[in-house]
Structure formats: structure tokens, C-alpha cells
């Protein structure tokens, strides 16, 4: 046997090393629990289905939100709030767990300990069914119990806070605008106000148009009154007392129309057709103020009713598991396998070896 071993020393070292493995999976490999949850991320907000054949190509379905939260639970953020809740650095470098295994040292660098993190704590996407499985390992059933509830709960917050902090901008600066267009509003409606107390009108355009009808009907009188005379003229003198009571009724007529419209534009500052044009100008910035104030209202109240849809709720498929048993280390199934493959990489090596020794001879 020993002059089988010193002419083959691959085996040699192939039976050490396997001898050696399978009594650290066998003996001194620490047992790990592992629970285990599911969940989808659900929005208030609802959409109608859309066939969109980028997304079917692509094979993309809507799994924004579902990376982000999983990238978050994976972070170093996550990590520092892991550490604060369950105390992770303490946990995982336990002397009484296997040197292999745990933490090398409880005041290892952040970086060191996110790689140690990201093996103790798996977040996978399923995107067939869009659920996010979640796995976490650890040394006894109420620590991966705890960081798996944890990451749930921290988890969700974070998605909230996320959706909420864009829609608090958005109310923020609709409040402002709404206090400002307020202001504008009531300064538009007070000039109005204003300006129809000054001249003791309610409405200059309404006074126009009434005079307006009267210079209308004053027009229609005198074109009757110049139509009968024209006939009369025809069989009486033009010094006849009827053709002289018509000519003065025309003349006054004349003359009203004359007075009615220098009201409505004369060249003075106290013009009907002055006051008119100024209380327009006035009334259209009130109605522009009162409509950019309602507008503003009726954005800030659906900015309101759109931050609350888009709060992120965390349905859970599958509560975090209480192991009961340590599912890992798979003992046997490793002790085997790393035989079989240390067992045929020593072929390997020892065809090699006996191709080389035969070009030698």
C-alpha cells in the first residue's frame, strides 16, 4: 500500500484532501437555518391591461419597482440597519461557529462584511410569476427568522418613502402656487371692485350696450321721420307747418343721437367707451385669476389623491419561515460530491502524468 502511494502520490493527496473535507462536512461544519419568504408588491393604483409588444420581445413586464426593492435589500444601507436591528456582526462571528463559516472578525471593514452580507442573504426575482423570493441564512432559527421579518418591514418603508418623497415636492409646490394664485385672485377682484365703486357702475359694457340700443332705436326713429318727409315734401311746401314740425323733430333726434354717442365716445378721460375697454381689461384678469386658482386647486387635490395611490404595500405570499431543522450544510451530498470530482481531476492529473513519463522513455 505505501509503495502504492509513494509511486502515486496524486492519490496520495487525492485521499488526504478528501478525508479532510469530509470530516469538516461530517464533524465540524456548523449547522445553518435558513427561512425563507415570498412577496409582491402591490399599488392602490390600477391599470388597464395593455398589450405592448416591446415588453413581450423584450420579456420586461412592469419589474421596475420589484429590482429596486430588491437592490435595496441588498444594499449597504440595508446592511447598516440589519447590523442595528440583529446585531449582525456579532451573530455571524460567534466563535462557536466553524472558522470556515463565520465572520472572520467582528471589526471587519464594511466592504468585507457586505460581501459577507450578500452570501448570507439571497433576493431573487421570479420573473414569470413576479415574485421576489427572499432566503436567509443564519446560525440559529430566530436570527434568520428576525433579519427576514426586518427585511420585509424596512423594505416596504423604503418603497413608500421612495413614492412619496417626489408626490411631497409636487403638494409642496401646488400649496405655494395655490396661496400665491389666492392672492392674485383677490387683488383682481378687489380692483374690480375698486373700479365699479369709483364710477358707480356696475358694469360699463352693459351701460354701453343699453346706450347703444338707444342710439339704434333714436336711428330708426329719424329714418321713419326722414321717410315721411320725403312723401310729404312731395305734395306740400317745404314752408308748410307739417314740413317744419318734421324738420324740427328730425333736428332733435339729430341732435340726441349727437349726445348719446359723445357718452359712449367722447375724446374725454370720463368716456363710456374708456371705462368700458379699462373694466374689460379688469374683469379678464379677474376671471384669468380665478380660473389659474381653480385649476391650481383642482392639481393639488389630484397630486393629493395620487400620492396616496401610489403607496407601495407588500403582500406576502409566503410568511418568513421558522426553520425548525438546519436545512444547510447538505453534508453527505457535499462530502460526495467533492469526492467525485477530487477522484476525477486525479485521473486527470495522473493521465498526464503517465503520457509525460511515456515520451520520456
Not at 99 to 126: C, G, M, P, T
Not at 276 to 283: R, T
Not at 297 to 311: F, G
Not at 313 to 322: A, N
Request: aromatic share 8%; proline share 3%; net charge neutral.
Amino acid at each position: 500500500m505505501k509503495k502504492l502511494m509513494s509511486k502515486n502520490p496524486v492519490w496520495l493527496i487525492c485521499t488526504i484532501t478528501v478525508f479532510v473535507v469530509t470530516c469538516y462536512w461530517m464533524l465540524f461544519a456548523s449547522d445553518r437555518y435558513i427561512s425563507q419568504t415570498n412577496i409582491v408588491l402591490e399599488s392602490p393604483q390600477i391599470s388597464a391591461p395593455t398589450l405592448n409588444v416591446r415588453n413581450i420581445l423584450s420579456g420586461s413586464g412592469g419589474h421596475g419597482d420589484m429590482l429596486l426593492l430588491r437592490d435595496y435589500l441588498l444594499s449597504v444601507d440595508m446592511l447598516k440597519k440589519v447590523q442595528v436591528n440583529n446585531d449582525f456582526r456579532e451573530h455571524f462571528s460567534n466563535k462557536k461557529i466553524d472558522f470556515l463559516s463565520r465572520l472572520a472578525d467582528q471589526n471587519v471593514s464594511l466592504e468585507e462584511l457586505h460581501q459577507y452580507y450578500l452570501k448570507q442573504i439571497s433576493v431573487e426575482l421570479d420573473e414569470y410569476a413576479n415574485v421576489l423570493r427572499i432566503k436567509v441564512n443564519a446560525f440559529t432559527p430566530m436570527v434568520a427568522n428576525g433579519i427576514a421579518n426586518f427585511l420585509l418591514s424596512e423594505g416596504e418603508r423604503h418603497m413608500n418613502a421612495m413614492g412619496q418623497r417626489l408626490a411631497a415636492e409636487q403638494v409642496n409646490f401646488l400649496e405655494a402656487q395655490v396661496v400665491a394664485l389666492s392672492e392674485n385672485f383677490e387683488k383682481a377682484r378687489q380692483a374690480l371692485l375698486d373700479y365699479q365703486n369709483k364710477y358707480g357702475l356696475i358694469s360699463p359694457t352693459d351701460t354701453v350696450e343699453s346706450l347703444s340700443a338707444v342710439v339704434a332705436g333714436l336711428e330708426g326713429q329719424l329714418s321713419n321721420l326722414q321717410s315721411n318727409r320725403t312723401a310729404l315734401v312731395s305734395y306740400q311746401s317745404r314752408k308748410s307747418p307739417d314740413v317744419v314740425k318734421m324738420d324740427s323733430q328730425i333736428a332733435a333726434i339729430k341732435t340726441q343721437i349727437a349726445i348719446e354717442r359723445a357718452r359712449m365716445a367722447q375724446q374725454s378721460g370720463d368716456a363710456l367707451n374708456v371705462k368700458s375697454a379699462d373694466y374689460q381689461s379688469l374683469e379678464l384678469k379677474m376671471q384669468f385669476a380665478k380660473e389659474s386658482y381653480s385649476g391650481a386647486l383642482a392639481a393639488l387635490e389630484n397630486t393629493r389623491i395620487e400620492a396616496a395611490r401610489k403607496l407601495k404595500q407588500i403582500s406576502v405570499l409566503q410568511s418568513p419561515t421558522f426553520p425548525e431543522y438546519p436545512v444547510e450544510p447538505r453534508r453527505i451530498y457535499n462530502s460526495v460530491t467533492f469526492g467525485l470530482i477530487a477522484i476525477f481531476l486525479s485521473l486527470i492529473v495522473q493521465m498526464i502524468m503517465l503520457i509525460i513519463k511515456d515520451h520520456r522513455d
